[in-house]
Structure formats: structure tokens, C-alpha cells
């Protein structure tokens, strides 16, 4: 098996200067039409540090929600949605990769306003609601179509620095395939107030028990959807609760239990050590993320993997996995190892030869196909 190009690694590159399928703003290039303007905010920037950072892209998200407000005026719906969803993610962009600062949490607070606005006419609603768990409270997006019965339900999961409003597309998908969705922080990320760590898991639980409680939920049809670090976390629930788990998609995820060759711990520490070449907090702050290690990595394996946690063969629900061959932040021998491990049948994979982290470059493909594959599954 080779997880890599021959001979050499395809390591994703986190420089913010540029703009590559699987460089930094893979993150958002499928909620970006115009990649030619997107080139050109890039272009502009002087530094990754928010004095520089948030300006341009507040900026650019401002213009585009204030377009959204006029076609609003007009009447023209359509038209202000697709401004509006422009604007929140620019403004995704300024806040990246989190809250880390008052004006991070303000740019936030920009991403949310605009996202309310892409929502205001959506038919069904986009629900504003909370998950109890352990005495805290979860904010999350709730979406149900209308129907005659119960229908089935996917818990859409985020990652480390993508947010809920950033997976609005995931639950325009579910509807589109008769289900409904439930869009949630991660913990440690926007406003899921549990740390990250292995037994946040609850927090999904929660989440999961909250749908199947729901009228419009049939509570024995409820999947999960998952992309990068929520990958993992859309499989780690899977092994963690089988009996109301019905399906999951997961897109990319790491650690499952694969332990990397020498070659492949020197891409991956390589890659996430890239990310601490930047600081996207005050000037004179530290970067927001440390640099790798293998000894972290291995630090990682042992604490999360899904062999670790005696996950693998829990997991015995339908799973579809995707990823990019060439993805070294979640490398793609993860999938491999679950197909090789666990129950005999149930498990599918789809990789993509020339793909990096997440296969973001086939998106368009593999999106609309997981939920079209959740539907089925979930019918049965």
C-alpha cells in the first residue's frame, strides 16, 4: 500500500499566502465561488497576525453581507442568501482558527450575524437550540423537513477550526435527502463548552438523545456525518454508541488504530509543524498551534485511537469512509486498518488517487453522495 506520492510526501501546506486545493483554505474553497477574488484578498495580506489578517477579510465580509442586505430589501432572497453565506465565510476566515482573542470573538459574532441572515427565509427553519449534558449547555442548528411521520436524522459533526455555521451546507444536504440534521460544535471549538478530550464524547451522546427525542425524529434511523477531525469523531461516537448509531460518514479522521510507518511519522509531523510557522493571534502572541513531535504524536495514538479505546469492534453499523491517498494529516492507512479490522462486512471506502486531507478537490462528488448513501441507509 502507498499512502503517499512515490518518493516523495505530499505534505498539506498551511501557508495563508496561497492558494492551493489542499493548502490552507481547502477549508473553505467549496463555500467560495469566486476563487479569483478569494486570490485577490490573499494577495493583500501582509501578515497572518489579526491586526493584518482580520481587516481584510472583515472587510471583504462586510461588503458582501451589506450586497446580501440590499438584495434583502429587494426582495430577492435567493440572491441575499448566497451574499450572505459569502460573508460568513470570509468572516470564518478572519476569525480562524478559533476564538483566541477579543477581536477573534467579535469577528465570530460577525460570522454568526451573517449566517442568521443566509437563514432568514430557508423553509424548513434553521432552529436555534440547546443540548443539555451534564449540567451545561450545548448551542447548536436544528433542521427538519416537513413530513407525515418520523424521518431519520444525521448529527453533522465539526472539527477543530471549522464551526457550525461553516457545516450549513451538510444540513441543506440532509434535507434535500428527507432527513433532518442537527449541526454542533465540536467540544472545544465555538459553543461546545466541553474540553476536547476522549470522554467528551458525552457531549455527542447528548446530542444523539436529544434528536431521538424529538417528534420529527424516528430514533431508530439517527447517522452521523463527520469531515477531518470530525472524521474521527463521527467514528469514536460510532464505537461509543452503537445501539443509536444507525450509519456514519466519515471524511478523513485520525487516529483509528493504522500506526505509521517511519516515513509517514516524519510527513506528519512535517505537516502539523507547519501550522506553528504562523500566528494568527496580537502580534508578539505564540502561535496558536504547537509545533509536532513524534513523541506527540505517538502521545496522540496511544490516549485517542479507536484501538486504544476498544473502539474498532464496537463499530458495526454501515461506515463510508473517504479520503485523498496523499493525505498525511489523516493518513489513509486509518481506513485501511478499519477495513481490515472489525466485522467482516458493512464498511465501505472511497479513495481518491491524487486527493489530499479530506479529498476537498472531489468535494462536489463525495458530499452530495455520503448523504445520498446516509438516505438509503437510514431507510432500511
Same mark, same amino acid.
Given at each position: 500500500?502507498?499512502?503517499?506520492?512515490?518518493?516523495?510526501?505530499?505534505?498539506?501546506?498551511?501557508?495563508?499566502?496561497?492558494?492551493?486545493?489542499?493548502?490552507?483554505?481547502?477549508?473553505?474553497?467549496?463555500?467560495?465561488?469566486?476563487?479569483?477574488?478569494?486570490?485577490?484578498?490573499?494577495?493583500?495580506?501582509?501578515?497572518?497576525?489579526?491586526?493584518?489578517?482580520?481587516?481584510?477579510?472583515?472587510?471583504?465580509?462586510?461588503?458582501?453581507?451589506?450586497?446580501?442586505?440590499?438584495?434583502?430589501?429587494?426582495?430577492?432572497?435567493?440572491?441575499?442568501?448566497?451574499?450572505?453565506?459569502?460573508?460568513?465565510?470570509?468572516?470564518?476566515?478572519?476569525?480562524?482558527?478559533?476564538?483566541?482573542?477579543?477581536?477573534?470573538?467579535?469577528?465570530?459574532?460577525?460570522?454568526?450575524?451573517?449566517?442568521?441572515?443566509?437563514?432568514?427565509?430557508?423553509?424548513?427553519?434553521?432552529?436555534?437550540?440547546?443540548?443539555?449534558?451534564?449540567?451545561?449547555?450545548?448551542?447548536?442548528?436544528?433542521?427538519?423537513? *416537513? #413530513?407525515?411521520? /418520523?424521518? $431519520?436524522?444525521? +448529527?453533522?459533526?465539526?472539527?477543530? %477550526?471549522?464551526?457550525? &455555521?461553516? @457545516?450549513?451546507?451538510?444540513?441543506?444536504?440532509?434535507?434535500?435527502?428527507?432527513?433532518?440534521?442537527?449541526?454542533?460544535?465540536?467540544?472545544?471549538?465555538?459553543?461546545?463548552?466541553?474540553?476536547?478530550?476522549?470522554?467528551?464524547?458525552?457531549?455527542?451522546?447528548?446530542?444523539?438523545?436529544?434528536?431521538?427525542?424529538?417528534?420529527?425524529?424516528?430514533?431508530?434511523?439517527?447517522?452521523?456525518?463527520?469531515?477531518?477531525?470530525?472524521?474521527?469523531?463521527?467514528?469514536?461516537?460510532?464505537?461509543?454508541?452503537?445501539?443509536?448509531?444507525?450509519?456514519?460518514?466519515? *471524511? #478523513?479522521?485520525? /487516529?483509528? $488504530?493504522?500506526? +505509521?510507518?517511519?516515513?509517514?511519522? %516524519?510527513?506528519?509531523? &512535517?505537516? @502539523?509543524?507547519?501550522?506553528?510557522?504562523?500566528?494568527?493571534?496580537?502580534?508578539?502572541?505564540?502561535?496558536?498551534?504547537?509545533?509536532?513531535?513524534?513523541?506527540?504524536?505517538?502521545?496522540?495514538?496511544?490516549?485517542?485511537?479507536?484501538?486504544?479505546?476498544?473502539?474498532?469492534?464496537?463499530?458495526?453499523?454501515?461506515?463510508?469512509?473517504?479520503?485523498?491517498?496523499?493525505?498525511?494529516?489523516?493518513?489513509?492507512?486509518?481506513?485501511?486498518?478499519?477495513?481490515?479490522?472489525?466485522?467482516?462486512?458493512?464498511?465501505?471506502?472511497?479513495?481518491?488517487?491524487?486527493?489530499?486531507?479530506?479529498?476537498?478537490?472531489?468535494?462536489?462528488?463525495?458530499?452530495?453522495?455520503?448523504?445520498?448513501?446516509?438516505?438509503?441507509?437510514?431507510?432500511?
Amino acid at each position: 500500500m502507498t499512502t503517499a506520492a512515490e518518493g516523495r510526501a505530499i505534505v498539506s501546506d498551511e501557508n495563508p499566502f496561497f492558494v492551493t486545493p489542499r493548502g490552507f483554505y481547502r477549508r473553505w474553497l467549496a463555500m467560495l465561488d469566486d476563487h479569483a477574488e478569494l486570490q485577490a484578498h490573499v494577495d493583500s495580506l501582509k501578515a497572518s497576525t489579526e491586526d493584518e489578517w482580520v481587516p481584510v477579510w472583515r472587510t471583504a465580509g462586510r461588503t458582501h453581507e451589506d450586497r446580501g442586505d440590499a438584495l434583502e430589501a429587494q426582495k430577492d432572497y435567493e440572491g441575499a442568501r448566497r451574499e450572505h453565506l459569502i460573508a460568513k465565510t470570509y468572516y470564518a476566515i478572519a476569525r480562524f482558527p478559533w476564538e483566541l482573542s477579543p477581536l477573534k470573538r467579535d469577528v465570530s459574532a460577525d460570522c454568526a450575524r451573517a449566517f442568521r441572515k443566509a437563514n432568514a427565509h430557508l423553509d424548513p427553519p434553521v432552529q436555534v437550540v440547546d443540548i443539555p449534558c451534564d449540567g451545561k449547555s450545548i448551542r447548536a442548528h436544528f433542521r427538519a423537513p *416537513s #413530513a407525515s411521520r /418520523p424521518v $431519520g436524522a444525521v +448529527l453533522i459533526m465539526c472539527g477543530a %477550526d471549522v464551526f457550525k &455555521e461553516d @457545516r450549513g451546507w451538510a444540513s441543506d444536504m440532509c434535507i434535500a435527502e428527507g432527513l433532518a440534521a442537527l449541526v454542533m460544535d465540536a467540544p472545544g471549538t465555538g459553543e461546545n463548552p466541553f474540553p476536547w478530550a476522549p470522554e467528551s464524547v458525552k457531549a455527542w451522546m447528548a446530542a444523539v438523545d436529544w434528536m431521538a427525542a424529538r417528534p420529527e425524529v424516528d430514533g431508530n434511523r439517527i447517522g452521523a456525518f463527520g469531515i477531518s477531525r470530525g472524521g474521527y469523531s463521527v467514528m469514536q461516537l460510532a464505537g461509543a454508541y452503537p445501539e443509536m448509531i444507525k450509519a456514519v460518514v466519515a *471524511s #478523513a479522521g485520525h /487516529p483509528f $488504530g493504522y500506526e +505509521l510507518t517511519p516515513q509517514e511519522m %516524519d510527513w506528519v509531523v &512535517e505537516g @502539523r509543524s507547519r501550522r506553528s510557522l504562523f500566528v494568527y493571534g496580537p502580534p508578539g502572541s505564540p502561535p496558536a498551534f504547537p509545533k509536532w513531535s513524534r513523541e506527540k504524536e505517538t502521545e496522540i495514538f496511544d490516549r485517542w485511537s479507536l484501538k486504544s479505546l476498544g473502539l474498532v469492534d464496537r463499530i458495526t453499523m454501515p461506515t463510508l469512509m473517504i479520503n485523498g491517498k496523499n493525505d498525511i494529516l489523516a493518513p489513509i492507512g486509518n481506513i485501511y486498518y478499519m477495513l481490515e479490522h472489525g466485522p467482516v462486512t458493512g464498511r465501505e471506502a472511497r479513495i481518491y488517487p491524487d486527493g489530499g486531507h479530506c479529498a476537498f478537490k472531489y468535494y462536489k462528488e463525495w458530499a452530495p453522495a455520503s448523504f445520498k448513501w446516509l438516505a438509503d441507509k437510514l431507510s432500511r
